[in-house]
Structure formats: structure tokens, C-alpha cells
Nanobody, 120 residues
Framework: QVQLVESGGGLVQAGESLRLSCAAS????????MGWSRQAPGKQRELVAF???????RYADSVKGRFTISRDNAKNTVYLQMNSLKPEDTAVYYC??????????????WGQGTQVTVSS
């Protein structure tokens, strides 16, 4: 099993930045890809970004050019640098991880989530 623990959420003003971190523990050797999803009140959960062990990176159109995902394999940690935040980025952000990646990211593990609130 893999445990994921997020940190770094908070309240910021529009235009500011935040960096989320997610530390994986347990059977981390089984992880291929890691990513972030988010869910705003009353909306469906949205995949924000993911990064595979092979270096493939994908972003949702809504965050391209503003968010950057990165990964430190030695620390089993994935990061999400969020710049130029907008009120519509307000959501609970969930870290996730997948054992396999075959041109489609389907997480097997999820963290508890961290709240990001962007005020206008």
C-alpha cells in the first residue's frame, strides 16, 4: 500500500503563488505516475496535472502556463507550483499516484486533500 500526505494549502489573494507538496510512503517502489486533482464545491473532480516516471507531463488546459508539476524521486515527493492563482482555482487539491501508466492516468492511491482558497 501507498500513503500520500499533502501539505502547502492555504488562503492567498488572486495573482499570488502557492506550492503544494505530497510525500509518499509505504510501497513507493510500486508507483509509476503521480499527480494532482482538485474538486471545487458543486463541481466534478478535475485532473490538474500528472508526471510519470518516464518524464511525461500533462496539464489541464485551465492551468497550463500557470502551474508546474515536479517530482523528487529520492524523496518520494511530488510538487505543484501554482502561480498567478485565480479565484476559480479555489478547491480541495488531492495528491494521487498510479502503479502503471499506459497513455492514460488512472490513480490507484489518493491523499486526504488540502484546501486552496484564492480570494479576489
Amino acid at each position: 500500500q501507498v500513503q500520500l500526505v499533502e501539505s502547502g494549502g492555504g488562503l492567498v489573494q488572486a495573482g499570488e503563488s502557492l506550492r503544494l507538496s505530497c510525500a509518499a510512503s509505504g510501497s513507493t517502489f510500486s508507483i509509476n505516475a503521480m499527480g494532482w486533482s482538485r474538486q471545487a464545491p458543486g463541481k466534478q473532480r478535475e485532473l490538474v496535472a500528472f508526471i510519470t516516471s518516464g518524464g511525461t507531463v500533462r496539464y489541464a488546459d485551465s492551468v497550463k502556463g500557470r502551474f508546474t508539476i515536479s517530482r523528487d524521486n529520492a524523496k518520494n515527493t511530488v510538487y505543484l507550483q501554482m502561480n498567478s492563482l485565480k479565484p476559480e482555482d479555489t478547491a480541495v487539491y488531492y495528491c494521487n499516484a498510479a502503479r502503471t501508466y499506459y497513455n492514460n492516468y488512472n490513480p490507484d492511491y489518493w491523499g486526504q486533500g488540502t484546501q486552496v482558497t484564492v480570494s479576489s
